[in-house]
């Protein structure tokens, strides 16, 4: 779907990230706002308590470095190429880009 603010928001992202700073509440409005057509609230309260977790370990676990903040930052953009597209596979391929920075924080 075409929808102003995502666009804003991966701009966002990859300004912030450019600058090797955290961009963490532009990362967590943007997968809310990608979420929401989805219409479910199961999912929508899973991924708000996955950021929750997310934000308070991350930090604790010495990360994420700048080089992952650009590549999460470029997995944004690819994301929202993907399902503006219909690109199930694209977007899974991004969404495994974007979390792998922090599957390497955690393991």
């Known amino acids: 779907r075409q929808d ?3 666009d804003t928001l991966v701009e966002e992202i990859e ?3 450019s600058k090797r700073e955290l961009f963490t509440d532009q990362d967590r ?3 809310m706002r990608l979420l929401e057509p989805l ?3 199961l999912f929508l309260h899973l991924t708000e ?3 929750a977790v997310h ?3 991350v930090p604790l676990l010495d990360g994420p470095r700048s080089e992952d903040m650009l590549s999460a930052a ?3 953009r690819s994301m929202l190429r993907a399902a503006r597209a219909g690109d199930a596979q694209a977007y899974r391929q991004a ?4 979390y792998a920075p922090l599957l390497a924080t955690l393991t």
């Not at 969404?95 to 974007?98: M, N, V």
């Open 95 to 98: 969404t495994a880009q974007h």
């Open 55 to 57: 934000t308070l370990t």
């Open 29 to 31: 409005r943007f997968h």
């Open 39 to 41: 219409d479910n609230h």
């Open 74 to 76: 470029k997995a944004h």
């Open 49 to 51: 308590a996955f950021w």
């Open 15 to 17: 300004e912030i990230a």
């Open 4 to 6: 102003p603010e995502l």
